[in-house]
C-alpha cells in the first residue's frame, strides 16, 4: 500500500502538473533562495513563465541588481564631474542702483529734484593650468571605477542568470520524476488489482 500514497506525496511536495511540454514549469516556493519572491512581486505577472521571461524578470526585481544599477550610476556621475574639473570657471556680477531726492545746486543754490543711477559690472575667471596631474588623474581614476561598477554588475547578473536557469531545470526534472513515479505507481495498482482477482478467483495463493 506504500506506493498508493507515495506518489501523491510526491505530487504535494513538487507542486507541479504532470503534463510537460518542455517549455513551461510550475513557480515553486523555496524560501532558501534570494530569488524566491521575484517573480510572485508582481501580481500582474503569470502564473506559468517560460525560461526565456523568468531570465528576464529575475535580474530587474533582484536587489543585487538594482544596487549596481546605481554604483554604476553614481560612478558615472563622479567621472563626468572630474571632467566638468578640468574647464575654467567664470562668475559675473551686475549691480544696479537708483538713487532720488532733493539736493543744492552749487551754481544757482537752489534746490534741485535729482535722480542717479549707477551700475557697477564685475567678471571673474579662474582656471587650473597645472596641479601636479590631480585632474587627470582623478579623471583615470573614477573611468577605472565606473568600468570596475560595470564589470560587478554584469558578473551578478550572470550569476542571477545561471540560479535561474539551474532552479528552472530543477523544477522540469522534477516535475519528469513525478510523471515517471505516477507511471510506476499505475502499474503497480494494475498488478496489485490483477493479483487481488487472482486471489479472489482462486488462481493465486493468498501468499503471494
Known amino acids: 500500500m506504500q506506493v498508493a500514497w507515495k506518489p501523491v506525496g510526491v505530487a504535494f511536495a513538487l507542486m507541479l502538473t504532470t503534463t510537460l511540454s518542455g517549455t513551461y514549469a510550475q513557480n515553486t516556493s523555496t524560501p532558501a533562495s534570494p530569488l524566491n519572491a521575484v517573480v510572485g512581486s508582481n501580481n500582474a505577472a503569470p502564473s506559468r513563465l517560460n525560461l526565456v521571461q523568468c531570465l528576464e524578470i529575475a535580474p530587474q526585481n533582484y536587489l ?50 535729482q535722480t542717479i543711477n549707477s551700475s557697477s559690472y ?54 519528469e520524476q513525478l510523471a515517471v513515479t505516477q507511471r510506476q505507481a499505475d502499474v503497480t495498482r494494475a498488478q496489485l488489482d490483477r493479483m487481488q482477482r487472482l486471489v479472489s478467483a482462486g488462481s493465486a495463493p493468498e501468499a503471494n
Not at 70 to 98: E, G, Y
Not at 161 to 167: E, G, K, P, Q
Open 122 to 175: 564685475q567678471l571673474n575667471a579662474s582656471a587650473t593650468l597645472y596641479n601636479g596631474g590631480v585632474l587627470q588623474n582623478t579623471i583615470k581614476q573614477n573611468n577605472l571605477a565606473v568600468q570596475a561598477s560595470q564589470q560587478e554588475l554584469n558578473a551578478t547578473k550572470n550569476n542571477v542568470s545561471l540560479t535561474v536557469a539551474s532552479n528552472y531545470l530543477n523544477v522540469l526534472t522534477g516535475a
Open 64 to 113: 543585487r541588481v538594482r544596487q549596481g544599477d546605481l554604483t554604476v550610476a553614481t560612478s558615472d556621475l563622479q567621472l563626468r564631474q572630474s571632467r566638468l574639473n578640468l574647464l575654467p570657471t567664470a562668475v559675473f556680477q551686475a549691480n544696479q542702483s537708483i538713487n532720488g531726492g532733493r539736493s543744492i545746486n552749487p551754481q544757482s543754490n537752489e534746490f534741485v529734484q
